[in-house]
């Protein structure tokens, strides 16, 4: 049974860099989330598909930010011309739609910006 | 718009004994989820437990408990016979059942550790 996946697990990049995560979903899931977790805060939701479609973003989702699920299987988070204040852990989770779905999460990736 | 209060930032607890986790919650929606996640030190969120608003009885999962007061917004998490194993931070979310809410709004968490 495999669970969520994420890559890289770590990224240490310089202010103004682009920087791009992935995340594999459990592999009958058809919904994918976003959020971004900082020191000593609970996550936030960033944006989250349905299969292929983004249904809906967060305002925390800056113009440099962009996610993609092209197929409707992995999906790639993208922050270009990274700041500082970018620095957190991302997580993805997946899910099977209905009403009492469950979140299951994946390992997150930690970014640093310097 | 939903949100979830942990008013505990940190407990310590004596191995094997229960330990209660506070949550209590505000949203305008009649029907919705309530969830609790436990995340060690590695970073992964783990799912423990789920409660439906309109659940009669209250959710368990191994030594996992909720106790679920709909009247007083409240979900606390028990955890019976605590293991050392159980040190890390706790998340209380919540989940609105309508279309178009599918987002979990997390709290703040409560930093658990189990002392030998």
């Known amino acids: 049974d495999t669970g969520v996946s994420q890559d890289p697990r770590h990224k240490i990049t310089k202010r103004g860099q682009n920087v791009t995560f992935r995340c594999d979903p459990i592999?009958?899931?058809?919904?994918l989330y976003w959020y971004r977790q900082t020191l000593g805060q609970g996550p936030e939701f960033l944006t989250y598909?349905?299969?292929?479609?983004?249904?809906?973003k967060s305002r925390l989702l800056s113009d440099r930010f962009s996610a993609e699920r092209p197929k409707g299987s992995f999906s790639t988070l993208e922050i270009q011309r990274t700041e500082q204040g970018d620095s957190a852990m991302y997580l993805c989770a997946s899910s099977f739609a209905r009403v009492q779905e469950t979140q299951y999460f994946g390992p997150g990736t930690r970014l640093l910006v310097l | 718009a939903q949100k979830i209060t942990q008013t505990q930032p940190g407990m310590f607890v004596q191995e094997k004994e229960a330990v209660t986790l506070d949550c209590t919650y505000d949203?305008?929606?009649?029907?919705?989820?309530l969830f609790w996640y436990k995340q060690p030190s590695s970073g992964e969120m783990i799912f423990l437990i789920y409660?439906?608003?309109?659940?009669?009885q209250n959710a368990t999962e191994g030594r996992y408990s909720l106790n679920f007061q709909k009247a007083r917004k409240s979900a606390n998490l028990v955890i019976s016979a605590s293991q050392l194993g159980d040190s890390a931070m706790y998340f209380c979310a919540m989940r609105s059942h309508n279309f178009g809410n599918e987002k979990l709004t997390f709290g703040t968490g409560t930093r658990l550790t189990i002392i030998p």
């Open positions: 949203t305008s929606d009649q029907s919705y989820g």
């Open positions: 598909f349905q299969n292929e479609a983004q249904l809906e």
């Open positions: 592999s009958e899931h058809n919904r």
């Open positions: 409660q439906g608003s309109y659940d009669e």
